[in-house]
Structure formats: C-alpha cells, structure tokens
C-alpha cells in the first residue's frame, strides 16, 4: 500500500503548509483502509496536526454524540502527554478547560442540552463545529477521519450529509478524510449529496493486492516455510489476493506446518488448514461467514 501511504503522507505535508486536499478511500470490507490511514498517521513525520479518528462501523444515536465529543477531548489531551479514560466525559472537559476554554465550554454546552430519541439537525451543526473552534482556539491543523462515513443516515439527522457538506467547505484547516466499504453508495453521496465537495475530494479506490503483492504477503507469513508455487498460484487465485484471507489463510498454513515440523507445504497441509479455517466451528472464517 506504498502509494496510498504516501500520498496520505503527502497531504498531510500539503495542510501544514496551508493547502487542503480532503480524501475519500473507498473499498470493500477488510481490504485495508481502516490499517492504512493508522499507518500513515503512526508514521508520519508532519508534526502538530490533531488526528481524530471516529469509527461510525456502529453508529447509534445514543452513542454518537458522546463518543463524537470524548474523541475530540482525549486526542488533544493525549498531544499534551495526558491521558484519560474516554468514558469520562465530565473528566475530559474538567482537564481540556485549562488548555482550551472556548472548545470544553462548547462541549459543555452541546452535553448539556435535554436528551433525546435522535440528534436534530441544530445539534448536529454544532457538533461538527467543534474542530473549527478546537483550531482557532490553538491554530493547530486536525485532521478528521469518518470511518465508514455512509452510517451518518443511520442517525436519522435530515440531510446530514449537506450539513456535513456546508462544513468541510467552511473548515479551511481541516482535512477530512471519508472512508466507506460500500464504494458505489459511498461514490453516490459524495456525487449527490455532497455535490458542491464532490472536485474537492480525492477518490482512492483500494482494490485487492495484486499477484506480486499476494505472493510477497505469503513469503512473509510463512516465514522459513517453502510453498509450491502450484500451491501458492491457487491460494492467490483462491482469495482474490484479498489481504484479510490471504493472511488469515497463510497464518494458519504456517502453523499447521509448524505443529507437523514440516519445512515445506505440502498439500496435505494445504488442504487440511483450508479446510479446517473454513468449517471448523472456531475456524476464522468459519466465524466470519
């Protein structure tokens, strides 16, 4: 994934130096997108940019606002060497008052508002403003990560996605980075509903490894371990080069052959892990189907 990496590296170079270009990684489920914005982000060398990263993989309305705002409090407390539990809201408020006032008085205020069965639109707005005022309070450059954008409708919010849209075109200093495993619905809303932002998001279509990669991905799991290469052309073929099952597959290929200390793969151990990983009852992706 060297090129998508680099090019997130690149753009996060970009923002420092006053340029945004925001990102859309789109593809499907497990294939990666999740891993490569953490790598690039833990190996980044652009210092004093906030990253926040929300995970909507389950969005529901009673924990969307909460877990919204703790993120947003406990990673800029984690850049001042403080670290706190995310479920203590009340906590993180009282400790982010010190450092940025203007940002936990607006979080106070949002928490503070009756409960409800769903997030009304004025509070969603609000919400999304806090990295706004999060940077003119610091003049720190964030980075906003929406894992699996495409729930945000599950929120019930009306046309939340043209209020998301109304922000990230007002937030000069944020990059926004949408990922989403449903690549045709997430290429929709960004053309449709987030029309206006449509030229302003790069879209990076992740797509399975291809047969250098899947054989290079194999060589590394199965360590010290030789693999026919009739075998390893069939588990390429087998998975699609799909990075999750090439690498849960070999996994468990390479421990078989360590339990029947065998330095090569043979078919029996081949066909053996396979079928084991796919029915038995624990199997991995016996569980995953």
Known sequence: REPVIKLINKRLSDLREGYRQN???LGNELIGKTWIIKYAFENSSTPNILRLYFDLSQASTHVFTYRFLTTILYSFLKTKGITLSKENLPRLIEEASS????????IREIVAEPKKDKIDTATFREMITVPEILFQETGQ???VVLDEF?????????????ELGKKIMTQKHTMYILASSYPVRAKKIIQDELSLLFGNF????????DNKTSAALIKNRLKNKHIP?????????????HPFYLDKITQHIYQNAVLLESDTITPFIFIYSL??????TWGVLHLRF
């Open 23 to 25: 990102i859309a990684l």
């Open 99 to 106: 450092y940025i006032p203007l940002t936990a008085s607006k």
């Open 141 to 143: 450059k964030i980075v």
């Open 150 to 162: 495409q729930n945000l409708d599950v929120l019930k919010i009306r046309n939340v996605f043209e």
């Open 202 to 209: 790069e879209i990076i279509d992740i797509e399975p490894f």
């Open 229 to 241: 290469a009739d075998i390893a052309n069939f588990l390429i073929n087998f998975t699609g080069g």
């Open 275 to 280: 079928e084991d990983i796919l029915f038995n």
